[in-house]
């Protein structure tokens, strides 16, 4: 019989030859038919939806495709990102018209045969599983970025700079993710473009903003965000003000109407703590101490504990040593990583290691269980170390 032309009769007839009887279903029966033509064509393409997928297009979620020509396939939606494989299957997948189902079709009372269209036939389908967001491709993109102050800007290749908006549409990370990262460096827009702080300006301009301090009798909780502005204005661009003063400072009280703001004791010796590190490979941990309590502005206090995740001590060595060690530095490989950082130093405490490998934790996977699996685990007087699991 052509597949054409099937008719109530014949259905009725394969009923009878599966020895079924119309009372065991439903009147309405339903024939699908091959489109002559293209069935294996590759206009569509079959997705499977995950969990977290399914639940994304559910919420109304935007899904966007990111990446260059040669990455890899990813879907990227608020919070999270898809890394998209090709699968087989060896039951052939039908694509066709809008068939009815159950609910569709038990009101129905008398006999009838619809005709549905199968339009291809697929033996593979893409599926997409969560995976760990990679910035590698970002630091790429903002080395030619970095701002070095108004008077450097003659200098710089506009067609090399990339805006916020060309940022998330390349790199493959949810948005949320992108805007985390962002935080964390060192970056800020101006004439609409992201760009990277030169390390030299930043510490001159966050030098100008504490010397601020003792010429206006503030103390560490009452800067003024309006006078630090506008007592720099012919010195440092806004965009790059804003920057630092989010950077480095939260809101404290509110005086007379006017919030004020107090600096993050830790996020300033962080980066005084940096700017001695790098004048020097390895410094001597006492005399590295001391130049760094007397660069502080007063009144701040910096403790070894601050330099977890910028810097390691060597306390074997004699006389003992510090090193800048930022996590930035290490590969995105985890396997890489654990081995950088246990070549570095051969044992570690949980706080020292923590921030160098906090970035790769994800919610199933805590620093913790990251530990346990990469790193063995040894107790000297009392205090858990960690070191290479796997030790000549």
């Known amino acids: 019989m052509d597949n054409t032309t099937r008719t109530l009769e014949a259905a009725n007839e394969v009923l009878g030859m599966a020895k079924l009887t119309r009372n ?7 024939a ?46 608020e919070t999270s990102i898809f ?40 033996q593979e389908y893409l599926e997409g599983n969560i995976i760990k967001s990679s910035f590698g491709h970002l630091a790429e993109l903002l080395k030619h970025s970095l701002y070095r102050g108004p008077e450097y800007e003659g200098d710089v290749d506009i067609s090399k700079l990339y805006t916020l908006n060309q940022l998330k549409c390349i790199i493959q990370a949810s948005n949320a993710e992108i805007m985390e990262t962002l935080e964390g460096m060192d970056v800020f827009e101006i004439n609409g473009f992201v760009r990277e702080l030169d390390f030299e300006y930043h510490f001159r301009v966050l030098s100008y903003m504490l010397k601020l301090i003792d010429e206006n009798s503030w103390s560490l909780d009452t800067i003024d965000y309006d006078e630090t502005c506008e007592a720099l204005q012919d010195l440092v661009p806004e965009e790059v003000l804003n920057c630092l003063f989010k950077k480095y400072t939260n809101p404290s009280m509110v005086i007379e109407g006017a919030q004020l703001y107090k600096y993050k004791e830790t996020k300033v010796c962080q980066f005084f703590a940096k700017v001695i590190l790098r004048t020097a490979g390895k410094f001597n941990l006492e005399e590295f101490l001391q130049a ?6 007063e009144g701040m206090v910096p403790t070894e504990e601050m330099l977890h995740g910028i810097a390691i001590i060597n306390r074997k060595a004699s006389p003992k040593v510090i090193w800048e060690l930022e996590e930035v530095c290490l590969p995105d490989d985890i396997n890489e990583r ?48 960690y070191s290479a699991k796997h030790v000549k």
């Open 338 to 385: 654990f081995k950088a950082l246990f070549e570095a130093k051969e044992k570690w405490m949980v706080p020292e290691i923590a921030p160098y490998i906090k970035k790769l934790a994800t919610s199933k996977v805590d620093v913790n269980a990251l530990l346990a699996k990469h790193a063995r685990a040894s107790t000297v007087d009392g205090v858990k170390y």
């Open 292 to 297: 760094w309590k007397e660069s502080v502005p």
């Open 32 to 77: 699908l038919i091959f489109a002559p033509s293209n069935l294996h064509n590759n206009t569509y393409r079959l997705l499977e939806l995950n969990k977290e997928l399914l639940e994304t297009i559910e919420n109304k979620e935007e899904l966007v495709i990111k990446g260059c020509d040669n990455d890899d396939l990813v879907i990227c939606s």
């Open 24 to 30: 065991e279903l439903l009147p309405t029966s339903q």
């Open 83 to 122: 890394h998209v494989t090709c699968a087989e299957t060896s039951n052939s997948l039908l694509l066709t018209k809008p068939v009815r189902f159950f609910e569709g079709m038990k009101d129905n009372e008398q006999e009838t045969l619809e005709v549905t269209t199968v339009c291809g036939i697929f």
